[in-house]
C-alpha cells in the first residue's frame, strides 16, 4: 500500500484502508529504515542441546540497510568465532508474530526474534515467548535497566535491549529556520499544510498521540485524558498534507517538498542528515518518547543453548557499538564509550531514558482499532 498521500483527494480512500489495518502496522519495526517483509523462515537442524559448533539457528533481523549493519555487526562475528550458522530472516515484527502464533509455541520458526513493545505483549499474551534466564547472559548486568524493564512482563524478563530511538520532531531544516522546541510546536499555523502524521498503527504516530496525552500528565489508560488526546490531534485538522506509514514514505514526504515537519525517530533523522539532506531533529523540552528494539527466544526453539550464545554476542559492548554508531541509535549496552561524533548528537543513557515517555502498550493494543477509527473521522 502506498502510504504518501499529499493530495486531499487520496485522503478517504487510504483512511478506510487504515481503519481494516487493524493493529498490524503497529507492530512495524522502529528500525529508522524503510522495511520489507521478506525471506524464508530459514532453517535449523542439530539438537542445540550445546550450543556447539556445525549448529543452526535461525535470527531475524529487520529488511534494509539496518538489517545489512545487523549482520555485519553480530552475524558474521559470531558464526566465525562458534561455528554456529546463523540463518538470517530478514522481514518486520507483524510476520514474525504472525508466525509464532501459528507454531503455537512448538517447533519455533525463530530461535531468537526481534520485537517492538507493542508486539512483545501479544507475543507474551499467547504465550510464545520464553521467560529468559538472565543468570545465563554474560553481559545482563552491563544492560540499561530502564530498558530491560521495558521488557519485563509480571515480574519476568523476556527481551534484551538492542537499540532505543526517540521519538521527537524531524524537520527540513531548509523551510523551518528556527528549530521547533517541544511537541506543541507542531501545530503552528505556519506549518499548516506541511505537516507529515503518521497513523496510530504505525509505532510513529501512536508513539506521539501518547506524547499529547502524557504532555499534561495523562495516562492511555484514562479515557478522559485520551478524549483530550484526540481534541489536540483535531487542531492539525485541515494541515496535514501526508499520513506516511512507514520509513521509507517519511523519508519521501520530506525529501518531495510535501510536508516539512513530522513526528519521527533521532537515529532516522542523522541518518538522513549524513546522506546530505537538510533534515534536523528536535529532542521536545517535555520529553521524547521511547521506541525500543529487543531480542527474544520464542517457546518451542530447539536450539536455545546457542540462542543464548548469539543474545551474549548481541548484548556486547564490542558488538553493539559500531551497530548503534552506525544507525544512530543508543545501544541498550550501558558501558559503551562511543565516538565523539555520535555523542555530539544522539542523546543515550539511563538518565535520558527515565525522561521518555513510554507507550503503554498494554492499553494501547487492544484499543488501537477504536483509537484509529476516531483518529480517522477527525482527518477524513
Known amino acids: 500500500m502506498r502510504s504518501v498521500l499529499p493530495r486531499p483527494a487520496r485522503r478517504r480512500g487510504y483512511l478506510l484502508a487504515l481503519a481494516s489495518a487493524g493493529t498490524a502496522t503497529v507492530l512495524t519495526a522502529v528500525a ?40 555485519k555487526s553480530f552475524v558474521q562475528p559470531f558464526e566465525k568465532d562458534t561455528g554456529i550458522k546463523v540463518n538470517l530472516v530478514y522481514g518486520a515484527d507483524s510476520d514474525w508474530v504472525t508466525k509464532l502464533r501459528a507454531a503455537g509455541g512448538k517447533d519455533a520458526p525463530f530461535d531468537v526474534v526481534a520485537l517492538t ?113 484526540f481534541e489536540k490531534l483535531a487542531k492539525l485538522k485541515n494541515c496535514v498534507a501526508a499520513y506516511p506509514a512507514d520509513a521509507g514514505s517519511v523519508s519521501t514526504v520530506l525529501q518531495n517538498g510535501d510536508a516539512w515537519i513530522v513526528p519521527f525517530w533521532d537515529g532516522r533523522a542523522f541518518a538522513m542528515e549524513k546522506e546530505g539532506q537538510p533534515i534536523g531533529f528536535t529532542y521536545p523540552a517535555s520529553g ?8 527474544y527466544v520464542p517457546k518451542g526453539s530447539k536450539h536455545t543453548a546457542a540462542a543464548y550464545k548469539f543474545l551474549d554476542y548481541l548484548s556486547s559492548a564490542e558488538h553493539q557499538k559500531p551497530f548503534a554508531e552506525g544507525t544512530f541509535y543508543g545501544a541498550g549496552n550501558d558501558t559503551i564509550d562511543y565516538d565523539p561524533a555520535f555523542k555530539a548528537k544522539v542523546k543515550y543513557g539511563e538518565d535520558v531514558y527515565k525522561k521518555f515517555t513510554w507507550v503503554d502498550y498494554k492499553t494501547a493494543t487492544p484499543k488501537l482499532n477504536e483509537w484509529q477509527q476516531r483518529w480517522n473521522q477527525i482527518f477524513k
Do not use: M
Not at 38 to 66: C, D, L, M, N, R
Not at 200 to 210: D, V
Open 288 to 295: 521524547a518518547v521511547g521506541a525500543l528494539t529487543s531480542y
Open 117 to 229: 513493545p507493542g508486539s512483545l505483549h501479544q507475543a507474551v499474551g499467547g504465550g510464545l515467548l520464553q521467560p529468559l534466564k538472565t543468570g545465563d547472559l554474560s553481559n545482563w548486568k552491563q544492560l540499561d535497566p530502564v530498558l530491560t524493564q521495558q521488557s519485563t512482563v509480571d515480574g519476568s524478563s523476556y527481551g534484551v535491549p538492542l537499540t532505543t530511538g526517540s521519538n521527537g520532531l524531524l524537520y527540513r531544516t531548509d523551510k523551518i529556520k528556527q528549530a521547533p522546541k517541544d511537541w506543541t510546536d507542531i501545530f503552528d499555523k505556519k506549518y499548516c499544510g506541511h505537516v507529515a502524521l503518521p497513523p496510530l498503527t504505525y509505532n510513529a504516530g501512536l508513539e506521539f498521540f501518547s506524547a499529547l496525552v502524557s504532555q499534561d500528565g495523562g495516562k492511555l489508560s484514562d479515557p478522559a485524558d485520551v478524549d483530550k488526546g
Open 32 to 71: 529508522g529504515c524503510g522495511v520489507d517483509t521478506g525471506g524464508g523462515s530459514g532453517s535449523s537442524s542439530g539438537s542445540g542441546s550445546s550450543g556447539g559448533k556445525g549448529e543452526q539457528i535461525t535470527v531475524t533481523a529487520f529488511a534494509g540497510p539496518w538489517g545489512e549493519l545487523f549482520k
